[in-house]
Antibody
Framework: QVQLKESGPGLVQPSRTLSLTCTVS????????ISWVRQPPGKGLEWIAA???????DYNSALKSRLSISRDTSKNQVLLKMNSLQTEDTAMYFC???????????WGQGVMVTVSS | DTVLTQSPALAVSPGERVTISCRAS??????IHWYQQKPGQQPKLLIY???NLKSGVPARFSGSGSGTDFTLTIDPVEADDTATYFC?????????FGSGTKLEIK
């Protein structure tokens, strides 16, 4: 069955780089897009980045200079890197599957990332 | 970027009909999707492409609209529908979410 699972450090120091991994099963990364979405505590959803089925990428305008998304199809993994972390980057980070430019029909449970010294 | 505007909160009684709106700052054709999120859970896709009901979602949920104005309708509302509802557009890059509408069932 379709599954997505996020992994990464729970705590990151300010100004450091965050690396998150989304490991998927039950489908091929060359057939579906993967998006990263984050949600600060008590706030709404913010779309961060996507890697489309063909391998092209898109980024949130405000975060673009700090982001990198890539994938390893042999490992069924999508990697998100965000540099220069600040306290406002504290959030639950989700990865989600969609058809290219479609709704996200499967989501991971999320990983909580806290930025603090 | 395309801004999606949602009213912050609504309160209705069980059995009533509720409409949740999402207005886009520019045309998104029918590239709007609706999600339900309950506290402590990941979002759940309800409607994709403005009006297509995701398999397994109760037919009480429906979506409509095109261009800049969209609506999610729940009819009739049940107590379990207490949640925050988000719209998302995937027509224009970058993708964006609305700020969410918190639905309270009285």
């Amino acid at each position: 069955q379709v599954q997505l699972k996020e992994s990464g450090p729970g705590l990151v120091q300010p100004s450091r780089t965050l690396s998150l991994t989304c490991t998927v099963s039950g489908f091929s990364l060359t057939s579906y897009a993967i998006s990263w979405v984050r949600q600060p505590p008590g706030k709404g959803l913010e779309w961060i980045a996507a890697i489309w089925s063909g391998g092209s990428t898109d980024y949130n305008s405000a975060l673009k200079s700090r982001l990198s998304i890539s994938r390893d199809t042999s490992k069924n993994q999508v990697l998100l890197k965000m540099n220069s972390l600040q306290t406002e980057d504290t959030a639950m980070y989700f990865c989600a599957r969609s058809e290219d430019y479609g709704g996200s029909d499967y989501w991971g449970q999320g990983v909580m990332v806290t930025v603090s010294s | 970027d395309t801004v999606l505007t949602q009213s912050p909160a609504l309160a209705v009684s069980p059995g009533e009909r509720v409409t949740i709106s999402c207005r886009a700052s520019e045309s998104v054709s029918t590239g709007i999707h609706w999600y339900q999120q309950k506290p402590g859970q990941q979002p759940k896709l309800l409607i994709y492409g403005a009006s297509n009901l995701k398999s397994g979602v109760p037919a009480r949920f429906s979506g409509s609209g095109s261009g800049t104005d969209f609506t999610l309708t729940i009819d009739p509302v049940e107590a379990d529908d207490t949640a925050t509802y988000f719209c998302q557009q995937s027509w224009n890059d970058p993708l964006t979410f609305g700020s969410g509408t918190k639905l309270e069932i009285k």
